[in-house]
């Protein structure tokens, strides 16, 4: 839930009211550049740009991550962010087998770029380890007040 009097907050209803109403994840993009993508200022206004921008795409993409990232890749002014943010919400909405096998094949080991300690690590099996570790809490430990 985002605060009600702020930037992002009003931005992100706005952009899921949007979404509610779009015909496809792509005819939302119109829409999202036009009333929620700021034009006018170019200092760094993102999270309140990119944050709904991601938001209503996922939800209009109904966990469809190859509709979602690309949607958001048109959003010139977000293209930087959007993107991987409606990656990610529309992965979390609709788990890993909505991310194409080829991508999911092509992504999941991690080269060890910036951090070469991780060289060779295997995402899916990351995820796997991070969700058993969670599962295991004990009740009320890790959950939001």
């Known amino acids: 839930e985002l605060p009600e009097a702020t930037e992002i907050g009003r931005n992100a209803r706005q952009a899921l009211a949007l979404a509610a109403d779009a015909e496809s994840t792509f005819g939302l993009v119109p829409l999202l550049e036009h009333r929620i993508v700021d034009h006018v200022y170019s200092y760094g206004i993102a999270a309140a740009e990119t944050v ?21 890749a048109c959003l010139s002014r977000v293209a930087d962010s959007a993107p991987a943010l409606a990656g990610a919400l529309t ?46 809490r004990p009740e009320g430990r890790g959950t939001a007040p």
């Open 52 to 72: 709904p921008v991601a938001l209503a795409l996922a939800h209009a993409a109904r966990g469809r991550i190859a509709e979602a990232v690309p949607a958001a």
């Open 91 to 136: 992965g979390a909405l609709g788990g890993g087998t909505s991310l194409p096998a080829s991508w999911r094949d092509a992504c999941r080991t991690l080269p060890g770029c910036v951090l070469p300690r991780l060289t060779g690590t295997d995402l899916a099996e990351l995820a796997a380890l991070l969700h058993a570790t969670q599962a295991s």
